[in-house]
């Protein structure tokens, strides 16, 4: 790996750390635009390709939106829960769920290249908010 491919994925990570919820790959863009115009989609996705594989980032499939690893790079698939009014996520490590999953599929012959589990709903905080007083 380069060292420019290097510095680009951690720009790359440190973009989506900041954030509490989701971005497209083009919202990455734009931040890294600011300090290098010339930048290109395809550097971006790169970028990301090598985060994910790292275990670093996720992508949320129903956003087509990443965020950075919460819980320290782990190689299993993660739940997320993601939250449809304020945009946060938060991940989960559900190694019983992912066999449970592999399980059922095994049933019917299925076989599983990957897993991806996305769970959309209000997280506690604009639950709470919804609620009667």
Known sequence: MSKRGEKVQAEVLAILSRQRGPL?????????????PKIAPTTIYRALAVLMDHGRA??????????ACQCNGHRQASVLSICDDCGAVEESVAPSVLKELSRIADKSGFAPTRHVIE???????????????
């Open 24 to 36: 497209t790959a083009y919202d990455v863009l734009g931040e890294l635009r600011e300090a290098n």
């Open 58 to 67: 996720h992508r949320i499939e129903s956003l087509n939106a990443y965020i």
């Open 119 to 133: 769970l959309h709903g209000l997280c506690e905080a604009c639950g709470n908010r919804q609620m009667p007083s």
